[in-house]
């Protein structure tokens, strides 16, 4: 109930500016990318994972109908999640680089956020195999 919400809030309110704020916060995270340099195994996967994102943004503010943006909007709020979780884990271990940091943030970003990948198709596959579904049939 509440994730649905919270996910239905972003697709619907949160990119109500356009994509700005997530433009900001997609910036953000590449600037970590770059800070992280020296550490390239978690700066690429981040940066994929961050190119997919700004993909699937682009799709939500493309997205012509709302139910389609609304049929995806869980996974897309996940896949956010996902990412931003990266992104602050790798950005605590650049600025206390301790082995501890460092491991924490190379297991979540090789074994955490590759789902994310699964979650941005996931949110642009529009409204069309949700409503694909009878739910009479189903509970038959």
Excluded: C
Aim: net charge negative; no cysteine.
């Amino acid at each position: 109930g509440t994730n649905g919400i919270q996910a239905m809030d972003l697709v619907g309110r949160k990119l109500a500016d356009g994509g700005a704020a997530a433009e900001g916060l997609l910036a953000e995270m590449a600037a970590t990318v770059e800070a992280a340099s020296a550490h390239e195994d978690m700066a690429q996967a981040l940066a994929a994972a961050l190119s997919k994102l700004k993909g699937t943004t682009r799709w939500m503010l493309d997205a012509s109908e709302l139910n389609d943006r609304f049929a995806g909007a869980t996974p897309y709020l996940r896949a956010w999640g996902q990412t931003l979780g990266a992104h602050y884990l790798l950005k605590g271990a650049l600025a206390d680089p301790t082995e501890e940091r460092l491991a924490v943030a190379r297991f979540y970003i090789h074994q955490i956020l590759p789902q994310m990948h699964a979650h941005a198709q996931a949110a642009t596959a529009g409204a069309a195999p949700l409503y694909a579904l009878d739910a009479e049939k189903l509970s038959a």
